[in-house]
Structures are given as structure tokens and as C-alpha cells.
């Protein structure tokens, strides 16, 4: 490894109900391209659901504050704390997010994984993944 050159490692476990389809080309591929997008994008999880609720307590706390200290009304308060909630999905939800490679795929991932679904006649998810990072801080 050279100084200041980060190294990125990918795990994600993408489930099929059958040999036959993960063993694909096309399952193996989409397992690839969805590390890679894991390494470039850092999602903190797979679905809406599993982020932990007092993580989107706190979020919301933030955004609707924010929202206060810039002077707007309270009846409309809620309704930018749901859009910016949104946008925290966008980018920390794997599902959510929109595919970096967009020239095979232009979407978010959790449409790819459906249509990946789709195509190979079975049920496929996303089911975990992990992602470590070794040699630039977190924030970089």
C-alpha cells in the first residue's frame, strides 16, 4: 500500500433462492457492481427500515431546528423535515441511492436489484453488506 492511498474492501451478500441463478454471470456481475457502488457511495444500510430509529430521531431534531433558526413557519415544518429525510436516504440508504454506474443502469439500486429480480424470475435482495476502509479518514 503507498502512503495516503486508500484501500477499500467490499463484502455484500446478495441472496437468490437458488444455486442456479446466483452461480449466474449476470447474478455475479450485479453482485460486483453493487460492491463497487457500496466502495464509491458508503451507504450505511440496505433499506429505509433498517436505519435505527433514534438515528432518525436525531436526524429529525436537526432538520426541523434548522429549519426554526431560519425563520420558517411552523405549520410547514414538518413538511421540510420529510423532504430532508429524504434526501438523508438518498444518501445513506443503499436502496435509495441512485446507481453510479449510470451508463448500464440508470436508476437507484434497489430499482436494480427488482429489475435484476425480475429478469432471472426469482427473488433477489440485498441482504447485508460490510465495508471497511483503511488509509484516509472517514470524512474524506
Not at 455475479?28 to 460486483?32: G, K, L, M, R
Not at 453493487?34 to 457500496?38: C, D, E, F, N, Q
Not at 427500515?49 to 435505527?52: C, L, S
Not at 425480475?118 to 483503511?134: D, L, T
Given at each position: 500500500?503507498q502512503?495516503g492511498?486508500?484501500?477499500i474492501?467490499?463484502?455484500?451478500?446478495l441472496?437468490?433462492?437458488?444455486?442456479?441463478?446466483?452461480?449466474?454471470d449476470g447474478f455475479?456481475?450485479?453482485?460486483?457492481d453493487?460492491?463497487?457502488?457500496?466502495a464509491?457511495?458508503r451507504p450505511g444500510?440496505?433499506?429505509r427500515?433498517?436505519?435505527?430509529e433514534?438515528?432518525?430521531?436525531?436526524e429529525?431534531?436537526?432538520?426541523?431546528?434548522?429549519?426554526?433558526?431560519?425563520?420558517?413557519?411552523e405549520?410547514?415544518?414538518?413538511?421540510?423535515?420529510?423532504?430532508k429525510?429524504?434526501a438523508?436516504y438518498?444518501?445513506?440508504?443503499l436502496y435509495?441511492?441512485?446507481?453510479?454506474?449510470?451508463?448500464?443502469?440508470?436508476?437507484?439500486?434497489?430499482?436494480?436489484?427488482k429489475?435484476l429480480a425480475?429478469?432471472?424470475?426469482?427473488?433477489?435482495?440485498?441482504?447485508?453488506?460490510?465495508?471497511?476502509?483503511?488509509g484516509e479518514?472517514?470524512?474524506?
Open positions: 500500500m502512503a492511498r486508500p484501500v474492501g467490499v463484502l455484500v451478500e441472496a437468490a433462492e437458488t444455486d442456479f441463478v446466483a452461480k449466474s455475479q456481475t450485479a453482485a460486483n453493487i460492491a463497487m457502488h457500496i464509491a457511495a444500510w440496505v433499506e427500515e433498517d436505519v435505527p433514534p438515528i432518525l430521531t436525531k429529525r431534531e436537526l432538520f426541523a431546528a434548522q429549519a426554526r433558526n431560519e425563520g420558517k413557519p405549520h410547514i415544518i414538518d413538511k421540510i423535515v420529510d423532504g429525510l429524504t438523508f438518498k444518501d445513506n440508504v435509495d441511492q441512485q446507481f453510479v454506474k449510470t451508463e448500464q443502469f440508470d436508476g437507484t439500486v434497489g430499482e436494480m436489484v429489475q425480475a429478469s432471472m424470475g426469482e427473488n433477489i435482495s440485498v441482504a447485508r453488506f460490510a465495508r471497511v476502509q483503511v479518514s472517514a470524512d474524506e
